[in-house]
């Protein structure tokens, strides 16, 4: 049966004070961070604005992920608003999946409405990278992607600023041939040998060598799991 038209509204009226609500309060926070602000970025053109604002999002989502901060607990004096907010939300969501990610994982899809995978476009600029310079760093093993059908994403744990291209050269190497997934699951997973901290908060601390052997480890228990 179809949605009548005021439901169809009372969808899109949620879904507006859902995103209204999040951009008040980071306008909250940047001006109690710093009074004069709003007069500053009053002056850079919208685009730009929100361009600025998409970077930064995706650089704390990969130091968030880097340090296994839990961001979806951190919402959680937000639950009233998002049982508002859910339904409306859940269709929208189930029809982008269907549309473009009728090949993808369904179990990994919360990773990219978390911003903890990125569309090529968003890590580029996020990251400052021409899509030829990306290229080479692909293929140079500084950085790994993964896919969802046949759509490119960037772990977005690659921003953070703790750690060098070159310390995640050393270890993706190590990783040789193992499946792109399964080398986000070894960076995100705590190990038991590394202290029950994953390879990207040891690595954020400089203990490159020690996740190096580590990848080197589950390199080959993964090439024993293949027929």
């Given at each position: 049966?179809?949605?009548s038209t005021r439901a169809t509204e009372s969808g899109t009226s949620l879904d507006e004070e859902w995103v209204d609500h999040i951009f008040h309060r980071a306008v909250?926070?940047?001006?109690?961070?710093?009074?004069?602000?709003?007069?500053?970025l009053l002056q850079i053109p919208d685009a730009a604005l929100g361009r600025l604002f998409k970077n930064h999002l995706c650089?704390?989502?990969?130091?968030?992920?880097?340090?296994?901060?839990?961001?979806?607990?951190?919402?959680?004096?937000?639950?009233?608003?998002?049982?508002?907010?859910?339904?409306?939300?859940?269709?929208?969501?189930e029809n982008k999946r269907s549309r473009r990610y009728h090949n993808a994982n369904p179990e990994r899809y919360p990773l990219v409405l978390q911003g903890k995978v990125l569309r090529e476009h968003d890590f580029r600029i996020s990251a400052s990278l021409t899509e030829k310079k990306l290229a080479k760093f692909v293929e140079s093993q500084r950085v790994f992607r993964v896919f969802f059908g046949p759509e490119a994403y960037y772990p977005a744990f690659f921003l953070s600023p703790t750690i060098l291209r070159d310390e995640f050269k050393k270890v993706i190497r190590s990783l040789g041939k193992t499946d792109p997934w399964a080398m986000f699951d070894f960076f995100t997973t705590p190990i038991e040998s590394l202290g029950g901290a994953t390879p990207l908060q040891r690595l954020s601390a400089g203990a490159v060598d020690s996740v190096v052997q580590e990848a080197a480890t589950f390199a080959e228990q993964y090439a024993q799991l293949l027929p």
């Open positions: 049966m179809p949605r909250v926070a940047a001006i109690l961070f710093d009074p004069n602000v709003a007069e500053t650089r704390v989502v990969g130091v968030a992920t880097v340090y296994g901060i839990d961001l979806p607990a951190l919402r959680e004096e937000e639950d009233e608003l998002r049982k508002r907010v859910k339904p409306g939300s859940k269709r929208m969501l």
